[in-house]
């Protein structure tokens, strides 16, 4: 890279820098990482900065963006640009501590809180009863069905015959809509969950209807996906000639996003909680990898602060 040229050009107080890799040469770029200066002063002349290839020096392409929100939870979207609106807002008085306000800007990144879109079934011990007790008399049929969702993969449902049942029955009026399953073997017995069904009941359990199979196993976490989600009140893995031998079993169900609800905005420090409905705020943007994408542009955007810095990489020619 230090072969390269590199050309560094101020317009209307914006600044580029450019890697020029001559005629018929290129890269072929499929990420980029960045150290922003270690410094407040680092922190605030990285905003807003974007890498853009071009083939002729002419016409650029912006390669990358900030970093895509969607993939947070609805109050992370809310709350992370609110805290960097409040801090930049903050970098506007008199005397602003521009060293703390950095450090507060990086810590904003923290209420970002990864969107989860599904999630194992909660369950309550009292709904889930296996067909029999163990064989040693340790645990009642409650507790050794149990086993199968105690969240420890050393434990494991064990009944007294190869064929077997262990049902979930929700006593709330509980149901669920599943998305997709995973199960983990008894490690030292794997094979003894081939073909298991995997049933569910609409009418508390009088009649059962099989959505789904533990296949063929393998070790450690298996998953079992559907063609579409299915709803029942109550569910149940029957059958098979392994004595129902599963350590962890999980019924996946979508997970619903209350982030941005009022009473998780009750639970949030005062000085976070929304005065009026959520409008979008500047962009955050953390340090994470960041794809290409196609948005095609003939001059890079402006940025809201000076000098800010605009990396060019050149690509090959198509
Ligand atoms: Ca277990």
């Not at 890279?1 to 499929?30: C, H, K, N």
């Not at 067909?131 to 449902?157: I, K, L, V």
């Not at 196609?294 to 001059?299: D, E, G």
Request: charged share 20%; proline share 8%; hydrophobic share 35%.
């Amino acid at each position: 890279m230090a072969e390269v040229p590199v050309g560094v050009a101020a317009v209307d107080g914006q600044y580029s820098l450019t890697w020029d890799f001559g005629e018929g040469r290129g890269i072929a770029l499929d990420r980029k990482d960045f150290l922003a200066r270690q410094d407040d002063q680092g922190m605030w002349r990285m905003v807003d900065q974007v890498i853009e290839g071009s083939n002729d020096l002419q016409n650029w392409t912006t390669l990358t963006d900030p970093t895509d929100l969607t993939q947070y939870t609805r109050g992370s979207r809310i709350l992370c640009p609110r805290e960097v609106a409040a801090v930049r807002e903050a970098r506007e008085e008199a005397g602003a501590d521009e060293a703390a306000l950095a450090r507060r800007l990086i810590r904003a990144w923290d209420l970002l809180d990864p969107l989860v879109t599904e999630k194992p079934a909660t369950l309550d011990p009292a709904w889930v009863a296996a067909s029999t007790a163990t064989a040693d008399g340790a645990t009642s049929a409650a507790a050794n069905g149990w086993r199968m969702f105690d969240g420890n993969t050393g434990t494991w449902t064990d009944t007294t015959t190869k064929s077997c049942t262990n049902t979930v029955l929700p006593t709330d009026g509980t149901a669920f809509t599943i998305v997709g399953i995973r199960y983990f073997p008894r490690d030292n017995a794997i094979s003894r969950l081939t073909g298991l069904a995997i049933d569910g009941s609409n009418d508390s359990g009088a009649t059962w209807t099989k959505f789904a199979s533990t296949g063929t196993p393998v070790r450690g976490w298996n998953t079992v996906s559907l063609t579409e989600p299915v709803s029942f009140d109550a569910l149940r893995i029957s059958g098979g000639n392994g004595y129902c031998n599963v350590a962890e079993l999980q019924f996946i169900v979508q997970a619903i996003d209350k982030s941005g609800s009022l009473s998780t905005w009750s639970t949030l420090p005062r000085s976070l909680r929304p005065a009026g409905p959520p409008t979008p705020g500047p962009r955050c943007s953390p340090p994470a990898t960041q794809r290409p994408q196609s948005t095609t542009t003939t001059a890079p955007p402006r940025r809201r602060w000076t000098p800010p810095l605009t990396i060019s990489a050149k690509r090959s020619p198509v």
